[in-house]
């Protein structure tokens, strides 16, 4: 079995605020990977047509997803301005207190909703760089 967790979240792009929103994201990612050394990876992605935003990061348990809410809740906020949150979707087991961290996030940054998928049965890889 595995203790890794997969986080997905999907935002729509408020109009007119994807340049500002992609510039938002870089300074994240060289927040995220300059202070949170333990994450596997954090990646961003875009809709061709710019009105569709979609994180993925991967962790190796769910302890660094906890530190990443905590050493990088405070720069979510912001990005707000540029998204509506529209779902997060994680993938393996959680403790309820980060559920509800995750709830939160979802609430304060749209109308969003958290999913938490169980393993059933599955391995993990790890490729190097």
Partial sequence: MTDSIVYIDRSSVREGKLD????AMAELVDFVETNE???L??????????ERMTVMHTHADSTTLEQ???VAGSEFPP???F?????IDV????REDLVQQLQAKASTLGTGRVVVHDLFQGFDRVIGD
Wanted: aromatic letters at 12%; hydrophobic letters at 40%; proline letters at 3%.
């Fill in 91 to 94: 993938y393996g087991q959680l």
């Fill in 37 to 39: 050394p333990e994450i």
């Fill in 20 to 23: 500002e929103l992609k510039a």
């Fill in 68 to 70: 990443h809410m905590e």
């Fill in 41 to 50: 990876s954090y990646n961003v992605y875009f809709s061709a047509d710019g």
């Fill in 83 to 87: 998204i509506t949150l529209e779902s």
């Fill in 79 to 81: 990005i707000g301005a």
